[in-house]
């Protein structure tokens, strides 16, 4: 038996948000994660091209991507909240805090791009995009710790 196989009396990190046995909240995280960096990809289009077409559609990246962020962390929050023992592992308390971050970051990145053209983008959205992508690698590596190294989240 390998040293990564799951022992009988090893406590079990179950997902609380489930659909047929399926955790919720890695199905829906690739979208948001996906959303800002697109939106960044944009932005910078936008900040060398002045193109509108990409202050538009970073608006509509960071919206869809902020819609499908507050998703997964309310599915990220109830299994959080409903298995003491994902809150006792490390890596949970700063997952969930950069990607609160990231959610704040984005939200107030959605109310700037509003505004019209070239404000929306340069010099505070483009700033706000770039900081979201930096912490999004950060809080990755977090939440893959939870899964791979602690089997949070595993359904057995």
């Known amino acids: 038996m390998s040293n990564q196989s799951i022992m009988p009396n090893e406590p079990i990190l179950r997902p609380t948000a489930q659909v047929a046995r399926h955790p919720i909240h890695p199905m829906l995280i690739p979208i948001p994660i996906v959303c800002f960096i697109g939106a960044l990809v944009t932005d910078m289009a936008y900040a060398l091209t002045a193109e509108m077409m990409y202050a538009d559609f970073s608006a509509w990246l960071l919206l869809v991507g902020f819609v499908f962020g507050v998703l ?85």
């Open 72 to 156: 997964a962390a309310i599915a990220g929050l109830i299994d959080f909240l409903g298995n003491r023992l994902i809150r006792q592992q490390a890596p949970a308390w700063p997952h969930l805090i950069g990607n609160l971050a990231v959610l704040v970051l984005a939200f107030f990145n959605n109310l700037i791009h509003t505004r019209d053209a070239w404000t929306s983008v340069v010099p505070v959205g483009l700033v706000l995009s770039i900081i979201t992508v930096i912490i999004l690698p950060v809080t990755g590596w977090l939440g893959w710790e939870l899964v791979y190294r602690h089997g949070a989240g595993a359904v057995r």
